[in-house]
């Protein structure tokens, strides 16, 4: 099945609806500036830090724990999302569950990509559902957000690790993608201007000095 909205496999398998993230709204201004704030936060730690392992497509598994961070520095509550049995998770869809300051949830996913795959059609979003539907991790109506990190591999002290080099958030409501046993979109579905809500660069950050 191709061209099968988001929000319609959403709802289909957990029962629950995709909020629509309105820019004029100030609540969800609000959170978008929020998200930005921990987004730079958890960018220069993760830059400064570096992110150590062997596969570039594990980078976005460690930079989950940084985002998670920042997100409760700057004062909201954000954790592993919850099934309906109140068990956390971490595998799978989706990545971090937050509370914003009006006390609504959101869901965030976490992603990465570089230069070369961001416009290809190379499967980079997908969900499965669960065997039992109070398993799956999404048990709210809530907009479901996107925080996707471009990744360099650079050489320190002789050793190879990645770093963030920018980073670019997202609307998932309007996303479309296809169905063969699990939703799944591509790096060109997925980074739309009409998704993007916010991005930055490492470079855009202001020093220890300022």
């Known amino acids: 099945l191709k061209n099968i909205p988001f929000k319609v496999a959403i709802k289909a398998v957990s029962g629950c609806n995709v909020i629509p993230f309105d820019k004029n709204n100030f609540q969800d201004q609000q959170l978008l500036n929020d998200l930005i704030k921990a987004t730079n936060i958890a960018s220069k730690k993760a830059f400064t830090d570096g992110i150590f392992t062997r596969r570039v497509n594990e980078v976005g598994n ?20 919850e099934t309906r049995k109140g068990k956390k998770k971490a595998a799978g869809y989706p990545d971090i569950f937050v509370i914003d300051r009006n006390d609504r949830p959101n869901y965030i996913e976490c992603k990465t990509y570089n230069e070369r795959n961001y416009q290809t059609t ?19 109506d809530a907009r479901h ?4 990190f471009k990744i360099e591999k650079v050489l320190r002290e002789e050793k190879e690790l990645f ?18 046993h699990e939703f799944n979109s591509t ?11 916010a991005e930055g660069s490492i470079q855009d950050l202001p020093s220890e000095d300022n």
């Open 62 to 81: 460690h930079i989950e724990a940084f985002i998670i961070e920042a997100l409760n520095q700057i004062g909201l509550k954000a954790s592993r999302p």
């Open 145 to 148: 957000l996107i925080i996707s």
């Open 163 to 180: 770093i963030p080099a920018s980073w670019k958030i997202f609307s998932a409501y309007n996303l479309i993608g296809q169905i063969k």
């Open 122 to 140: 190379q499967r980079s979003f997908y969900f499965s559902p669960a065997e039992k539907i109070e398993d799956f991790k999404v048990i709210y």
């Open 187 to 197: 790096n060109k579905q997925m980074y739309i201007d009409d998704a993007l809500l």
